[in-house]
């Protein structure tokens, strides 16, 4: 089991920047495949990026590959999400997520956080 809370949102006009933190309690971090997942107004849930277990492999989602870059610190049970070159298409709720493997599938996701409001101005 693995508890996650995600910060860092807020309002920032468009082609700002933002980081955010997901924190994770509970045990093994470090055994658990992590995803960032996003859910505009009206909108599915879609996939954002992930990482793996150990940090070593990424992968984006098209609309933000090149903008946005995953990373974790596996010592301070966290992972990060530096967002870049900010779009008013990226306005959502962001959420990260714990899996007990590396893929980009919601539904293969078991733990989530609450969430945090990104909203990007134009």
């Known amino acids: 089991q693995v508890q996650l809370v995600e910060s860092g949102g807020g309002l920032v006009q468009a082609g700002g920047s933002l980081r955010l933190s997901c924190a994770a309690s509970?045990?093994?971090?470090?055994?658990?495949?992590m995803g960032w997942f996003r859910q505009a107004p009206g909108k599915e849930r879609e996939f954002v990026a992930a990482i793996s277990a150990s940090g070593a492999t990424t992968y984006y989602a098209g609309s933000v590959k090149g903008r946005f870059t995953v990373s974790r610190d596996n010592t301070k049970s966290t992972m990060y999400l530096q967002m870049n070159s900010l779009k008013p298409e990226d306005t959502a709720v962001y959420y990260c997520?714990?899996?007990?493997?590396?893929?980009?599938?919601?539904?293969?996701?078991?733990?989530w956080g609450q969430g945090t409001q990104v909203t990007i101005s134009s």
């Open positions: 509970g045990r093994l971090f470090g055994n658990y495949a």
């Open positions: 997520a714990a899996s007990s493997y590396f893929n980009f599938q919601s539904d293969e996701y078991h733990f």
